[in-house]
C-alpha cells in the first residue's frame, strides 16, 4: 500500500523521527519529574505561574510540550472550569475530539490557526470523486454505534468524578478503570475505522487530488476556493452524521498531509478532559485564554491550596508520560494500516487501548480528588471571587443587555482583552494582535504579528483602515467576512452588542 508521505519522506525516516519525538517527550517529563521531586522539601513560594510567560501559551497549548509548568498550567485551568462549572459544561466538546490521533491539532499550530477544521473538510470532500465519497460514509456509519456508545460512557465517567466533587463520596478506581477501558477500546475502535478509510482514500487519490492536498498543507487558505459554500452529505447520512463526516475528510487531509511527529500532538489539556474546560472556550466565543485563566485562579488559592494542584502534578508526571508512550505505540500501529497493512495487530491494538484508559482515568482521578480538596477548603468569599471570575470570562447575556451602552461595552471588551490584551498591556507572542491605536494603522499592520492573508486583502480592498461600519461587519461574524482570518471569535449577533463594543474601542484606543 503506497504512502502518500513517502512523496517527501522515507519509511526509516519517519521511525527515526517518531523515537526522537517520543524520546523528547519522555525527556521533557522525566527531567520535569525530578524537578519536582527536588522541589517537595524546599516549601512553596508565592504563586508560581506568575513565573510562567503566559503570553507563548498558545504555542505551548498546541505544540505537544509537556513540561511540569505546561501540566500545572493545564491542571489549574481545569480546576478553576471544573470547579465553578456545571455538569452540562463537562458534557462539552468540540467537533474532532474523538479519535484525535491524526495530527489535526499539530496543523493548527504550524498554521497559525489559518488551518479551518470545516474548511478543509469540505474542500476534500469537494475534491473527491463518488467511489472515494462512498468509502468515506462507510466509515461514517461502521463507526456510529461505536461513537454513540464512546459518549455514553463518557456520561457514566462524568457522573463518577461529579459525584465525588460535590458529594466528597471516595472514588471507586476500580469501577473507573473498567469504564477507562471501555471508553478507551470504543475510542480506538473509531480510529481504527477512520484510519482504514483514510488509507484506501490514499491509495486512490490521483495526482491532481494528491497536488491540492500538498497546496493547501503549504497554505491552508487556498483550500476556501473549493471548500466555500459546499455542503458535505450522503445518501443515507443525516444533518448530524454529516458534521462527523466533514470532521472524517478533515482529519484524513492531516493524516495524509502530515508527518508522523505531528500525530504526536494532543492539546494540552488532555488526557483527562473531563473538566469543562472546553465549555468556558466556547461561551468565550473562544476569547477565553488558558494561560490567564490558570494564572488568576492560582493568584486567587492560597498557599496550601497552591500545593494541592503542585502536588497533583508531580504524581500526574509518570502517569501523563506512560499515558504519551501507549499512545505512540497505537499510532505505529494505526500507520501500519497505510504502510504494512498484514503487520497490523488488533490484539496489540486492545492491550494498548485498555492500558491508555487505565491511565486516562488515572490522570482523572489524580485531578478530582486535587479539586475536591481545593473546593472543601475555599470560603464563601473565595468562591464568590471565583464565580465573579469565571462571570468575567463568561459573560451573561441577560445582564450584559441590562447595562447601559457604556457599562456594556466595557463589559464586553473583556472578550477582547483575553486574546489582544487590555489597553497599553499587549504582549508579544499573544495569540492576536495588540488593539492600541488599531483605528489609526492600516488593516492588517500591528507590530509583531503574522496576520492571514484573509485580512490583509480585507485591507487592500477598503480604504486601508477600519472604520465602524466595517468593524461592524467584522465582529458580526469574523469567519463570514473575512474566510482564513486567525481569528477565532465567533461574533456578536446582537446588534446593540457590536455598538457598544465599538464606541467603548473608539473611546478606549
Not at 494532543?266 to 494564572?295: C, D, E, L, W, Y
Request: aromatic share 8%.
Amino acid at each position: 500500500m503506497k504512502s502518500f508521505h513517502s512523496i517527501h519522506a522515507t519509511g526509516s525516516g519517519r521511525g527515526l523521527k517518531r523515537f526522537a519525538s517520543l524520546l523528547c517527550l519522555a525527556f521533557l517529563l522525566t527531567s520535569a519529574h525530578s524537578q519536582g521531586e527536588k522541589r517537595k522539601g524546599e516549601g512553596r513560594k508565592g504563586n508560581r505561574p506568575d513565573k510562567k510567560d503566559t503570553s507563548t501559551w498558545t504555542a505551548e497549548e498546541y505544540s505537544g510540550l509537556r513540561n511540569e509548568k505546561d501540566l500545572q498550567a493545564a491542571l489549574a485551568s481545569k480546576g478553576f472550569t471544573w470547579i465553578t462549572g456545571s455538569p452540562a459544561d463537562n458534557e462539552k466538546l468540540s467537533v474532532g475530539k474523538n479519535a484525535q490521533f491524526f495530527g489535526f491539532v499539530a496543523l493548527r499550530y504550524q498554521s497559525g490557526r489559518a488551518a479551518n477544521r470545516g474548511t478543509l473538510g469540505r474542500a476534500f470532500f469537494a475534491v473527491a470523486d463518488e467511489a472515494q465519497k462512498r468509502r468515506m460514509a462507510e466509515a461514517v456509519r461502521a463507526e456510529k454505534e461505536a461513537l454513540q456508545n464512546w459518549w455514553s460512557v463518557r456520561e457514566e465517567i462524568l457522573t463518577r468524578l461529579e459525584d465525588h466533587l460535590y458529594t466528597g463520596l471516595p472514588i471507586d478506581r476500580e469501577e473507573l478503570h473498567e469504564l477507562g477501558e471501555r471508553f478507551s477500546l470504543l475510542n480506538c475502535e473509531v480510529a481504527v475505522h477512520e484510519a482504514r478509510a483514510y488509507a484506501e482514500l490514499e491509495d486512490s487519490l490521483t495526482e491532481s487530488q494528491a497536488g491540492l492536498l500538498r497546496a493547501w498543507r503549504a497554505d491552508p487558505e487556498t483550500a476556501r476556493k473549493h471548500g466555500d459554500g459546499v455542503r458535505v452529505s450522503a445518501a443515507g447520512i443525516d444533518r448530524e452524521d454529516a458534521k462527523q463526516l466533514e470532521d472524517l475528510y478533515a482529519k484524513a487531509f492531516s493524516w495524509l498531509t502530515g508527518t508522523p511527529e505531528d500525530n504526536e500532538i494532543i492539546p494540552i489539556g488532555q488526557p483527562a478532559q473531563f473538566f469543562g474546560f472546553v465549555s468556558i472556550r466556547h461561551k468565550s466565543g473562544h476569547a477565553a485564554s488558558r494561560g490567564t485563566i490558570a494564572k488568576d485562579f492560582f493568584a486567587l488559592l492560597d498557599e496550601e491550596q497552591q500545593g494541592l494542584i503542585e502536588q497533583a502534578v508531580d504524581i500526574q508526571v509518570p502517569v501523563v508520560r506512560e499515558f504519551l508512550e501507549k499512545r505512540h505505540e497505537f499510532l505505529e500501529q494505526l500507520a501500519l494500516l497505510r504502510t504494512g497493512p498484514e503487520r497490523f495487530d488488533p490484539e496489540r491494538v486492545h492491550e494498548l487501548a485498555r492500558a491508555m484508559g487505565r491511565l486516562e482515568m488515572d490522570a482523572a482521578c489524580i485531578e478530582a480528588e486535587a479539586y475536591r480538596k481545593i473546593r472543601a477548603s475555599m470560603t464563601e468569599e473565595k468562591m464568590a471571587a471565583l464565580m465573579k471570575m469565571r462571570g468575567d470570562y463568561v459573560l451573561d447575556e441577560t445582564q450584559v443587555a441590562t447595562l447601559d451602552m457604556a457599562e456594556r461595552g466595557a463589559t464586553l471588551a473583556i472578550l477582547c482583552s483575553g486574546c489582544h490584551g487590555a489597553p497599553g498591556q499587549h504582549r508579544v507572542g499573544m495569540p492576536a494582535p495588540s488593539l492600541d491605536g488599531f483605528w489609526e494603522r492600516p488593516i492588517a499592520s500591528g507590530p509583531g504579528f503574522d496576520y492571514s492573508d484573509a485580512l490583509s486583502r480585507i485591507g487592500r480592498g477598503n480604504g486601508g483602515k477600519w472604520t465602524p461600519e466595517l468593524l461592524n461587519q467584522f465582529l458580526t461574524s469574523p469567519k463570514t467576512f473575512a474566510p482564513g482570518t486567525k481569528m477565532e471569535f465567533q461574533g456578536l449577533l446582537n446588534a446593540q452588542d457590536r455598538e457598544a463594543l465599538i464606541e467603548h474601542l473608539k473611546e478606549s484606543r
